[in-house]
T-cell receptor, first 115, second 114 residues
Framework: KAGVTQTPRYLIKTRGQQVTLSCSPI?????VSWYQQTPGQGLQFLFEYFSETQRNKGNFPGRFSGRQFSNSRSEMNVSTLELGDSALYLC???WGLGGRRNEQFFGPGTRLTVL | DQQVKQNSPSLSVQEGRISILNCDYT??????FLWYKKYPAEGPTFLISISSIKDKNEDGRFTVFLNKSAKHLSLHIVPSQPGDSAVYFC?????????????FGTGTRLTIIP
């Protein structure tokens, strides 16, 4: 069974640009969660999608948005990039809503650098 | 406001000895706790979990202890092996059906010295 895949793996952008990251969950998984990992903050929850609907949202500004398609693939978009958005963006898939009830399986992440 | 704290950014332990990783939390509504392990260039993988109705859970070489009154949990690895060298994240969740997102700590980098 293929794992969670994320594309691209590395990305360099400049301030003010926007970026779209993609996540393909494990086959059969309907939930996709997104996290931002930075050295000082650890993993911070961005949002979770289940059956194409956003179910949970973390404390990030509206510049961060996402969506989920009917095949459960998900995209995350960050507009008007800031230097502080440089981070590793991880997505995790699970059969049901993730967290305590359903184990989340993480992808390898997309390393975003904003110059 | 960091609700889950891992105050030791790094820890070095000799192979064969016990590794103890600590985690503190501030939100008294957290009632389910997990540990994840992360190797470089890979995503975190689930290691072990514990519900607040228990104070200990074991899985092979890994044991998690929960002290609810102190809002503290720890992960013990015995004996430590070189393959255990990784970053370990603790995470916590509230019992709030439909909104059970995980809150992660900042991670502890464990290095096992051969």
């Amino acid at each position: 069974k293929a794992g969670v895949t994320q594309t691209p793996r590395y990305l360099i952008k400049t301030r003010g640009q926007q970026v779209t990251l993609s996540c393909s969950p494990i086959s059969g998984h309907r939930s996709v969660s997104w996290y931002q990992q930075t050295p000082g903050q650890g993993l911070q929850f961005l949002f979770e999608y289940f059956s194409e609907t956003q179910r949970n949202k973390g404390n990030f500004p509206g510049r961060f948005s996402g969506r989920q398609f009917s095949n459960s693939r998900s995209e995350m978009n960050v507009s008007t990039l800031e230097l502080g958005d440089s981070a590793l963006y991880l997505c995790a898939s699970s059969w049901g809503l993730g967290g305590r009830r359903n184990e989340q399986f993480f992808g390898p992440g997309t390393r975003l650098t904003v110059l | 406001d960091q609700q889950v704290k891992q105050n030791s950014p790094s820890l070095s332990v000799q192979e064969g000895r016990i590794s103890i990783l600590n985690c503190d939390y501030t939100n008294s509504m957290f009632d389910y706790f997990l540990w994840y392990k992360k190797y470089p260039a890979e995503g975190p993988t689930f290691l072990i979990s514990i519900s607040s109705i228990k104070d200990k859970n074991e899985d092979g070489r890994f044991t998690v202890f929960l002290n609810k009154s102190a809002k503290h949990l720890s992960l013990h690895i015995v004996p430590s092996q070189p393959g255990d060298s990784a970053v370990y994240f603790c995470a916590a969740s509230e019992s709030n059906f439909g909104n059970e997102k995980l809150t992660f700590g900042t991670g502890t980098r464990l290095t096992i010295i051969p």
